[in-house]
């Protein structure tokens, strides 16, 4: 019996090795970054940007683009410029233009998520102004384009700047009822790229944006919030009387809770209550931070101004009709779920009540007194 | 040979896990969120203890068999000619069963890892690889389960991934809103479970020291837990429209998971899954040969391992999508379950007549 498993063997290696389906790394394309533009015709404009790893050329990237009536059409146009065979494995970053998204994204979106290829890993981004611009054009002063854009982003969900915005959660978000999806912008800024602010999506289509300044907010708002810089003027509460007062605080530890409550006539009543530590790193202003008294005075202000601010930000998300903040989940949760069926979340709310309750607290603050 | 080996409690513990956690893994949340809506994960429990049922069935026709194999049971009352059509049908659900499930997951990994190779090449080395298990008998196929379990059982410790995603929120407070209920479904569902009714042709392999049944019981309990740890993970992660679109929401999972080192390493943790899908394809080609040895007792073991592993790979030609291979799937998996509570119920029938005439013939 032995020797027909050896000749058996010996029969199967044979008959694999021919078939084997080699590739060499050097041949094949890695695309790392693709950007889509709005094109005339209901097209798209695709670009694809592939890192070059071979030595006998003073070459860092590969640059594509083609317009076509869907991702896959362009790329079939593009692997007819290359003599590289493309692949998506490696794909990282995916850039949209405002004007496209402002259309709909979910035929790009779709064809991404079908791809067995693509990771559910692939940061989504915006881009103010166009996509294929930005990624094409070389940033003197950092790595290649397409790992310098990744890298931003990474950092930047890392720090808490923005929300991460993953393939995996902006389709987990856009199938929630309770929630809409959102995206960081990217701009460019002469010779640098960055964060814009947050885009803030109803389905697949892109609807409004929340300022860079009031992202650290939005990300607290939104709950899972672990560190991050801010930075505060405190003048705004008190009478301006010369003097200026500011805070500069950061490794923030937030926690958030929703609670609801249903009034029998009038709207839903939702509280937003975040309690958020963080270590004072800069405060220029009058106080003494090591008195009790005067340091609870400042985190009196700084909780005082983040909610009206935090107010305010709800009520924008509420006239742009986008729930970025996930607050029908909260609501969806605590009636049942016939009610919730009845109950059509998107006309109702931009009527409900919202308030942002923000408390802050000193931890530390820093080595003088 | 093999009948002096009796098999350990461990080893069939670990061996009814194996059997019954298969590709069908893969694909249970989504059944679940479609069939059940949220919170479906709870039902796994449901689904568990009907297997439990299903072998506390099989418990009795142990102990009233008093640890004789099937075949003895049946060839006492019933004669040969009419067992052997029943053998024969029996051979040919296990050998599409396990023959289906073994290309289902190849067209699944071809799709994911390797899309430009013919999943037949795959199949090909799997089935070599079910032929030489198969060969070297029961025993030996229990001691291979134990290590590939251990080679299979850590990536359930990659469910820590998700901790931090996962949201209870998400898993709102409905019990089963949302779902679409079909029998069908549920049955899809429950074959994720079969596997344990393979302990039936295991009688002849154990003795009081096995505890079959106790051992399968336990086993069953693993599969359980597992199935609703998974599930409980894949509700809390993907909010319920999402998990309801997805293919395989398992292997979306899996690619979700990165090291700084590394990423994209779900084609690697894929290879792993191999290891359990092999023992639910290996058993049911298994129980059929234990058929075939019946049918043809002057046949050699191996030969019969041979033409069984060649129809098995011959077959798995015929459907080649993944939507044919899963409606075959479906059907045998429908059919299986038919055997889990017709063959026991069967059996149960035969041993009262048995004992009925035994007690008449002590008057």
Known sequence: ?369 | MENNEKLSPFHTTILVFMIQSGVMALILPQLLAETFGTNGWITVFGFGIIATVNILLIAAVYKLGKGRSIFQILEQSIPRFMLIPIYLALAVVWTLLGCMAGKEYILIFQMYAFPTTNPMEFKLIMDLLVFWLLTKGLYNITKTSTIFFWLFIWMVLLAFFFYSDFNWARLTPFLFKGGKFTYLESLDIYSSFLGYEIVLLLFAYTNQKTKLIKATLIGNSVTTLTYCYLAFITFGVYSLGQLKNKAFPVLEMMAYIRFPFMERMENLLFGFILFTVLFSILMYEWCALEMLKHIFPKLKANFLAFMLMLMCFIVAYIPDTINDVGDWLSTLSMIECGIAFGLPLLLLIVLMFQSMGSRLAHE
Request: aromatic share 8%; with cysteine.
């Open chain 1, 1 to 369: 019996m032995n020797k027909i498993m050896r000749i058996l063997l010996v029969v199967t290696i044979l008959i694999m090795l021919p078939g084997c389906d080699y590739r060499i790394l050097e041949r094949i394309g890695f695309t790392y970054a693709a950007s889509y533009d709005a094109a005339p015709e209901n097209q798209v404009e695709i670009g694809i940007s592939i890192p070059r790893a071979d030595p006998t050329i003073d070459l860092v990237r590969e640059l594509h683009s083609a317009v076509g009536k869907s991702s896959k059409d362009a790329r079939v146009k593009f692997a007819n410029e290359t003599d590289l065979l493309l692949v998506n494995g490696q794909i990282r970053v995916l850039l949209y233009s405002e004007a496209l998204a402002r259309k709909d994204l979910s035929n790009e979106i779709n064809s991404i998520l079908r791809d067995t290829s693509i990771s559910p890993l692939v940061k989504i981004s915006l881009v103010n102004g166009n996509a294929k611009d930005m990624l094409f054009k070389d940033y003197k002063q950092h790595l290649s384009t397409d790992k310098y854009i990744n890298r931003l982003l990474e950092k930047a969900s890392t720090n808490n700047r923005i929300p991460k915005t993953t393939l995996y959660e902006f389709e987990r978000d856009y199938y929630d009822d309770g929630i809409d999806p959102i995206a960081p912008i990217l701009k460019e800024q002469a010779e640098d790229i960055t964060v814009d602010g947050i885009g803030l999506f109803r389905g697949y289509k892109y609807i409004g944006k929340i300022y860079n300044k009031d992202v650290l907010l939005f990300s607290i708002l939104r709950g899972k919030f672990k560190k991050g810089d801010m930075g505060l003027d405190l003048d705004s509460v008190r009478d301006n009387d010369g003097s200026h007062e500011y805070i500069m605080f950061t490794s923030v530890v937030s926690n958030r809770a929703v609670h609801v409550k249903h009034n029998a006539n009038g709207p839903i009543h939702v509280t937003i209550a975040a309690n958020f530590k963080g270590s004072i790193h800069e405060y220029i202003g009058d106080l003494k931070l090591s008195k009790d008294a005067d340091r609870h005075q400042v985190e009196k202000k700084v909780s005082e101004i983040l909610s009206e601010r935090g107010n305010r930000l709800v009520k924008q998300l509420q006239q742009y009709n986008v729930d970025s903040l996930g607050i029908g989940m909260h609501v969806r949760n605590s009636m049942s779920y016939e009610a919730w069926k009845a109950l059509n979340w998107s006309e109702e709310y931009p009527r409900i009540k919202v308030d942002c309750q923000i408390h802050f607290k000193a931890k530390d603050y820093g080595k003088i007194r």
